[in-house]
C-alpha cells in the first residue's frame, strides 16, 4: 500500500530558493517605477461644454466637440492646436491683434487727447 501522506519536497520548488527583486525604497513600493498614478481613470474629468472653460486646453476641447469628427481626428486635431499654442511667434500675433481691436488700443488713447480732465 503506497504512502498517502503529502509531503513538503514533494509539492513543488522551494519557495526559499525563489529570487526577489532589489527593494528601491518605500517610495517606489508604493508609486512604482513612473510615479504616483491613479488606480482607476478619472471618470470626474471635465465634459467638454458641460462647464465654462478655464484654461486654454478647455476652450480647445469644447471648440472640437461642437465639430462632428472620429475620435482619431478629434485627436490629432486636438494635439496640432495645443502644439500651434506653444509657438511664441503665434501667441505673439495673437496678442498683436487682441491689442489692435480692443478699448486699450493705441487708436483709442488717441482719440482721448486734448480733452480736458
Not at 526559499?16 to 474629468?45: C, E, I, K, M, W
Not at 475620435?71 to 501667441?91: C, P, S, V, W, Y
Amino acid at each position: 500500500m503506497p504512502d498517502t501522506r503529502i509531503r513538503l519536497r514533494d509539492e513543488g520548488p522551494s519557495l526559499l530558493n525563489v529570487p526577489t527583486p532589489v527593494f528601491q525604497g518605500p517610495a517606489h513600493s508604493l508609486y512604482g517605477p513612473r510615479g504616483p498614478a491613479r488606480a482607476a481613470p478619472d471618470y470626474r474629468a471635465r465634459k467638454p461644454l458641460s462647464a465654462p472653460p478655464e484654461t486654454v486646453e478647455h476652450y480647445i476641447e469644447d471648440t472640437l466637440a461642437r465639430v462632428d469628427l472620429s475620435a482619431r481626428q478629434r485627436n490629432a486635431l486636438k494635439g496640432e492646436l495645443m502644439r500651434t499654442m506653444h509657438d511664441i511667434g503665434f501667441l505673439r500675433t495673437l496678442m498683436d491683434s487682441a491689442k489692435a481691436r480692443g478699448p486699450w488700443s493705441e487708436a483709442a488713447v488717441r482719440s482721448d487727447e486734448g480733452r480736458r480732465l
